[in-house]
């Protein structure tokens, strides 16, 4: 039975732990001649509804690297574009590849296209969910000497796809989030009643992002405006003063402390450069990862 990733919920603790291990792995063998090729002869269809740097490239280098092969695929250059259905290519590209990753921009395209695919469909980034940023991210807190388990993650800023996705995983591996954002831009709520039946893990919402801050292992920012937001950007910017990562708030955190930001970055709104740049940041060792832990990903639902 094929399997998909469309969300942190699709997986279990122990496949979370697994994929870091995996990502790891194939971290220190560093791509050389020498490396295996589990998914030599193997294609993935990359469909991108939204534009894309890291998503695109680590993904299309990850299957290289496992001996397979990567076809970018925009709306100009498929019949998507022209209004086909996407359940009609969905079933199409399952007669001709052996997986599926899509950016796009609502979460029922993904799921759509999944539900009618016979090949395992990847999340690579929706409206509501952005799994593989997460497993990267947790990825980089664990080679930064992090429990995982126990963890104390502050989440500043919007409560948005990368945030749900930090709300599932706090859930299911157990470890403590605290997400400051200002009232009305809190995580999905739907998205915190179904992680929360989990019973693991404690998230709580808070408004002062010091309150968020004080004593985290790890310190996590994202845009204020993402992709699609961009007429909302004068308001958001209103909304979200205060909610900067800059060095008064990294002194609040613990002293070990990590800094994490998927990119882009808006230096100045909801992170200083002094803070990108600085020693806590681990944000370019953390877009990196991306490319390891999605070699883990497509090994495993490729080879499932």
């Known amino acids: 039975m094929k399997r998909d990733l469309l969300r942190i919920l699709d997986l279990s603790d122990r496949e979370i732990l697994s994929l870091i291990r995996s990502g790891r792995t194939w971290k220190r063998r560093g791509g050389s001649p020498g490396s295996p090729r589990p998914l030599a002869g193997k294609s993935l269809a990359m469909i991108f509804q939204k534009a ?4 695109r490239v680590s993904f299309e280098v990850a299957m290289t690297r496992l001996g397979g092969h990567a076809l970018f695929l925009s709306p100009q250059d498929t019949q998507i574009g022209r209004g086909e259905p996407i359940l009609d290519t969905a079933r199409v590209l399952s007669r001709y590849v052996d997986a599926v990753m899509i950016r ?28 593989c940023q997460i497993l990267a991210d947790l990825m980089t807190a664990a080679e930064r000497g992090n429990d995982l388990r126990k963890m ?17 995983a706090a859930h299911v591996l157990g470890f403590d989030l605290r997400i400051a954002c200002p009232k009305g831009y809190e995580p999905d709520a739907a998205v915190r009643k179904d992680a929360g039946r989990i019973g693991r893990g404690e998230v709580r919402i808070v408004r002062d992002p010091a309150e968020a801050a004080r004593g ?10 993402s992709m699609g937001q961009e007429g ?50 681990a944000v370019f060792d953390e877009a ?15 080879k499932h």
């Not at 796009?104 to 799994?131: C, M, R, S």
């Not at 989440?155 to 599932?168: K, P, R």
């Not at 985290?216 to 405006?225: C, G, H, I, K, N």
């Open 216 to 225: 985290a292992d790890v310190l996590y920012t994202d845009v204020w405006t």
């Open 52 to 55: 894309s740097t890291r998503t």
């Open 288 to 302: 990196e990862n991306r490319l390891h832990v999605q070699m883990a990903v497509l090994e495993k639902l490729i």
């Open 152 to 168: 104390r993650v502050a989440f500043i800023g919007d409560g948005n796809n990368v945030a749900n996705s930090w709300v599932e």
């Open 104 to 131: 796009t921009f609502g979460h029922g395209t993904a799921v759509e296209l999944a539900a009618a695919a016979t090949v395992p469909v990847i999340n690579g980034l929706t409206d509501l969910h952005h799994p």
């Open 232 to 281: 909302e950007a004068r308001k958001r910017l209103a909304a979200f003063k205060g909610y900067c990562v800059d060095a008064a708030l990294v002194r609040l955190a613990d002293p070990g402390a990590i800094v994490m930001h998927c990119l882009p970055a808006h230096r100045g709104e909801e992170i200083t450069d002094a803070v990108l740049e600085g020693p806590h940041s």
